[in-house]
């Protein structure tokens, strides 16, 4: 796990939240599954931004919002 992991899954986490997204509702979009979300969220998973689905959620677009 290194640190951009870590900084993108708190990233990820903080505008599911503001959004009042649970992980449910935000796998029922395009991107990763539920279970998936939460690894990202906990820096434990080494990804692409494409792999996460970023950039397809209409609220989550790249890469302005994900600044670290």
Not at 12 to 37: C, F, K, N, Y
Not at 38 to 63: K, S
């Amino acid at each position: 796990q290194g640190a951009v992991d870590v900084q993108l899954g708190k990233t990820v986490s903080r505008l599911r939240l503001e959004r009042g997204w649970t992980q449910d509702v935000m796998s029922d979009r395009p991107g990763p599954h539920r279970a998936h979300i939460g690894e990202i969220e906990r820096g434990e998973t080494n990804i692409t931004l494409d792999a996460a689905g970023v950039g397809q959620q209409p609220a989550i677009r790249r890469p302005a919002q994900l600044r670290f």
